[in-house]
């Protein structure tokens, strides 16, 4: 009998993390891991952070690799698929259109950078989604030229905090009220921008980007929609991100936003789950029953490890045929963090489902706080702007709230 095989559609840390939860949960079949870049996994929070201030070292931003007879194809794209013929098409150095087979498929393939749909070359529009784009901007940054930041959100506010303390001129384009608004809220954004401003950044807030003007040397400037012009050498699209599922067209999935699954990680079609499929990371949406709450897709990092071992003994069970013995329910606190300036913004839950009932819980805005989202007067997730101590206590808090609202067990 022929030896069976996983395949992983992605070699980021959500494709790294499910090839080792594999081994963990006993596969000793083949697991082989597909990467478009060529970089095996590495970190990608810092690229926005320290890798701008101080310089891209690749080397240091990667992942130990594991020691489990694991086959890296590094700088293949998957391009395609057969799910009901369990196929995958890549290209990779070898040539375009190889078709490779699995038994079982991890979708791990993340995100890339939103563009917006202006007429300017892309060459005049930084993202930073990979070492290389880091590296590209960090070294238009060290002239010290003015930049323009369109949007204001994770990325957009770490990248103009980086440009601010390397001596750059910084404006920020954002078309909502404050910065973070759909993340976090009014005033946390509010206070947010305060720290940005207080440091000499300038945020153009309510307003749209119609145009980048230039020339033969780059942009000179960001038109906006109602005529205003931000003078920039330099311009950083931070405005979301796309999931990367071009190549599961056609499969009878819904990839509306990201890859539609059961809570066990499972994509769903009409038919039901694919329970020799899982998604996870970036590019997954699912539901996490302890919120009450529908589908959702988190893009944070620690959501890759978080999910992992869920995915890969959901992808076994389904290997295995007998639904009755898969995977338990999924629960889980999600959280993520921002660094800016000297200051760290950590947050836990799902704030984004409170933003109708943001209450500071302890301390206050412009020195260090709690803030807490609620949906109906239950905890639903909480920010500590500083009070790295008080994680603890409000964690539990919000774990005990779920649970006794929702009857789900949150781990």
């Known amino acids: 009998m022929a030896e069976q095989r996983v395949l992983v559609a992605g070699a980021g840390v959500a494709g790294l993390r499910a ?35 101080q310089g891209v070292d690749v080397q240091g931003l990667r992942f130990p690799l594991p020691d489990a007879a694991i086959d890296w194809r590094l700088g293949t794209r998957v391009v395609g698929c057969d799910l009901a013929a369990k196929r995958l098409t890549i290209d990779g150095p070898a040539g375009s259109g190889e078709e490779v087979s699995f038994d079982g498929l991890v979708i791990a393939t993340g995100v890339g950078a939103r563009r917006l749909p202006i007429a300017a070359p892309h060459t005049w529009r930084h993202t930073v989604r990979t070492p290389e784009d880091a590296a590209a901007l960090r070294g238009r940054l060290v002239d010290r030229p003015p930049v323009a930041v369109i949007g204001a959100g994770f990325v957009g506010c770490e990248v103009a905090a980086a440009a601010t303390e390397m001596g750059c001129e910084v404006t920020v384009v954002e078309p909502l009220s404050t910065p973070l608004e759909r993340a976090v809220g009014h005033d946390l954004g509010a206070e947010v921008q305060r720290r940005h401003e207080e440091r000499g ?47 599961l067209a056609g499969q009878g999935l819904d990839l509306s936003n990201g890859v539609l699954c059961d809570e066990d990680l499972h994509p769903v079609t009409a038919d039901g789950p694919l329970r020799d499929v899982v998604a996870l990371g970036d590019v997954a949406r699912f539901p996490i029953r302890s919120y009450g709450a529908g589908p959702v897709r988190i893009e944070h990092w620690q959501m890759a490890g978080d999910c992992a071992g869920h995915a890969a003994r959901s992808l076994l069970a389904g290997l295995a045929g007998d639904p009755a013995d898969g995977a338990p329910g999924f629960d889980l606190v999600p959280s993520f963090w921002t660094d800016q300036y000297d200051t760290r913004i950590q947050f836990f839950g799902l704030p984004s489902l409170g933003l109708d009932d943001v209450r500071v819980l302890e301390g206050d805005l412009l020195h260090e706080a709690v803030v807490g989202y609620h949906r109906q007067e239950t905890l639903i997730g909480f920010g500590l702007l500083g009070m790295r101590r008080r994680m603890m206590p409000y964690r539990q808090q919000l774990v005990e709230g779920l649970r006794a609202t929702y009857a789900g067990n949150v781990s």
């Open 201 to 247: 950044v300038r945020f153009v807030l309510g307003r749209t980007v119609a145009s980048i003007e230039g020339g033969a040397k780059g942009p000179t400037g960001v038109v906006l929609d109602d005529g205003q012009v931000v003078a920039a050498e330099v311009v950083v699209e931070a405005v979301g991100s796309v999931p990367n599922t071009d190549w």
């Open 19 to 53: 090839a080792q939860q594999l081994r963990a949960a006993g596969w000793t079949g083949y697991v082989g891991v597909i990467g478009a870049e060529q970089h095996p996994p590495y970190n990608r929070p810092p690229l926005t952070k320290e890798a701008l201030r």
